[in-house]
């Protein structure tokens, strides 16, 4: 007896997932990236992540309850990884970037590029620029307001690259539409981060989880002449013992030095 169309059509399918199993994935099951993958140097987290790391080629979103809650601790580890091959990019960050902090991480200064554009349309026009040169590593672009048409070319431009891109937005795009595969809220902890799997190639993850972090140098400084605050949490601990005693985080520059005497690039 022949075999019924259903049936045919059945093998047909099954014989295209067997030879693309990157094409199609169930929801009740872990999903996988067809690109590279950098692990985030958590193991806790790599476990929640399809592929276990960061996907290249692909748009991440953090959602920040707030700026400085130890996204950039968060990233470290992957950002020491990629800089030492590559450099990594700044754009739009929300305050300076604490150069004598990234040095202490790991990261050298001259693996550092920080683009400040004047405009929203001038950061994006530059993201993808970035993406598209393909000598850098890693992208890191914050972005308090996004159009869904921004953040679709944005995607595209990210599949299209090898460039590891993170788009750091407030906790209130949370409940937005977003083409992104992968997204985090991060929210502030006691020596750590409370992290959420909002969106991701797999099982939906209810619950919040708890993430420690190292203890750190704030990776930015406030812009404010007023206040010596950095742009870290409040719940960061006192600096170890482990930081060099050499590395000033929140001392303004002394007067004897001028804007000339910086690199523009990491100012």
Request: contains cysteine; proline residues 9%.
């Amino acid at each position: 007896m022949p075999a019924s169309p259903s049936s045919s059509i059945s093998a047909a399918a099954q014989s295209v997932v067997a030879t693309l199993p990157h094409a199609l994935w169930r929801a009740d099951q872990m999903g996988s990236y067809q690109g590279v993958v950098s692990a985030s140097g958590h193991p806790s987290l790599d476990r929640e992540l399809p592929n276990g790391g960061w996907p290249h080629s692909a748009l991440i979103e953090l959602l920040l309850q707030q700026a400085g809650c130890g996204e950039i601790r968060l990233l470290q580890p992957a950002l020491a990884r990629i800089a030492s091959q590559r450099r990594i990019v700044l754009l739009q960050p929300p305050h300076l970037p604490q150069i004598a902090a990234w040095e202490a991480s790991g990261l050298a200064s001259e693996q550092l590029l920080w683009i400040k554009a004047v405009r929203s349309a001038d950061a994006l026009w530059s993201a993808e620029q970035v993406l598209r040169n393909g000598s850098c590593g890693a992208l890191l672009l914050w972005q308090s307001h996004i159009r869904g048409e921004a953040l679709r070319r944005l995607h595209l431009a990210a599949q299209a690259s090898d460039t590891l891109l993170w788009l750091i937005r407030p906790l209130s795009a949370a409940h937005e539409s977003s083409p992104s595969p992968l997204r985090l809220t991060l929210r502030p902890a006691r020596d750590g981060v409370e992290i959420q799997l909002l969106k991701r190639k797999g099982p939906q993850h209810e619950q919040a989880f708890y993430l420690p972090l190292s203890a750190a140098v704030p990776a930015f400084t406030s812009t404010t002449a007023s206040t010596t605050a950095s742009a870290t949490a409040p719940t960061v601990p006192p600096k170890s013992s482990t930081v060099p005693n050499h590395v000033s985080l929140d001392r303004h520059t002394p007067a004897a030095a001028s804007a000339g005497n910086i690199a523009p690039a990491l100012v």
